[in-house]
């Protein structure tokens, strides 16, 4: 079944301990990002990747990085997490104009 | 600036109520227009590209129609399993990056 895994899919966490959301494709698209997505705000992009090797910054990039060593994978990284980074979190790849994302990780950073 | 506005916020039908909802749009130059349906705690699912003026697309209960300012989505006799949010995103010709509306909460009652 073609699909976006994210993992983990809720988690609580404290100020300051790094964390890692893993995000994986089976489609073999291109293109991958990440978002969040706060009541009242919608969805925002924090990074985007284009292919292998290439990221880049999207709206809210502050307090996360990204890697994208394999064209499968796209993990989000929060080296020193804040309560302001609490939220819920997607990953998306894109094919052409369309786009597909994962069900969701709940961050909660206390 | 490119922008989307959506509205209303939130719509409460009675089952078997037509409506619409509304997205409103400024970009440069617009190479297609999004909707998406979210379900709560779950990630948005792509629902109809529209890439040209005049053009219309239908799935079941939804239509899709696309100005040059605005596309709406008419929703007929619905039910309440087409509760969801509705979101609406458009990528211009000079930015790769999806432009995304904050959302239109649909409630259906029985």
């Known amino acids: 079944e073609a699909q976006v895994t994210q993992n983990p899919r809720y988690l609580i966490t404290v100020t300051g301990k790094k964390l890692t959301v893993t995000c994986s494709q089976n489609?073999?698209?291109?293109?991958m990002s990440w978002y969040r997505q706060d009541p009242g705000l919608g969805l925002r992009q924090i990074y985007y990747?284009?292919?292998?090797?290439?990221?880049d910054k999207g709206d809210v990039p502050e307090g996360y990085k990204v890697s994208r060593k394999e064209k499968r994978n796209f993990p989000l990284i929060l080296e020193s997490p804040s309560p302001n980074q609490t939220s819920l979190y997607f990953c998306?790849?894109?094919?052409?104009?369309?786009?597909?994302f994962g069900p969701g990780t709940r961050l909660t950073v206390l | 600036e490119d922008q989307v506005t959506q509205s209303p916020e939130a719509l409460r039908l009675q089952e078997g109520e037509s409506s619409s909802l509304n997205c409103s749009y400024t970009v440069s130059g617009l190479r297609g227009l999004f909707w998406y349906r979210q379900d709560p705690g779950k990630g948005p699912e792509f629902l109809f590209t529209l890439y040209s003026a005049g053009e219309e697309k239908e799935k079941e209960r939804l239509k899709a129609t696309l100005t040059k300012k605005e596309s709406f989505l008419h929703i007929t006799a619905p039910k309440p399993e087409d509760s969801a949010t509705y979101l609406c995103a458009v990528l211009s010709d000079s930015n790769y990056q999806l432009i995304w509306g904050a959302g239109t909460k649909l409630i259906i009652k029985p």
């Open positions: 990747s284009m292919n292998v090797e290439v990221t």
């Open positions: 489609m073999n698209h291109e293109y």
């Open positions: 998306a790849s894109r094919i052409l104009d369309t786009q597909y």
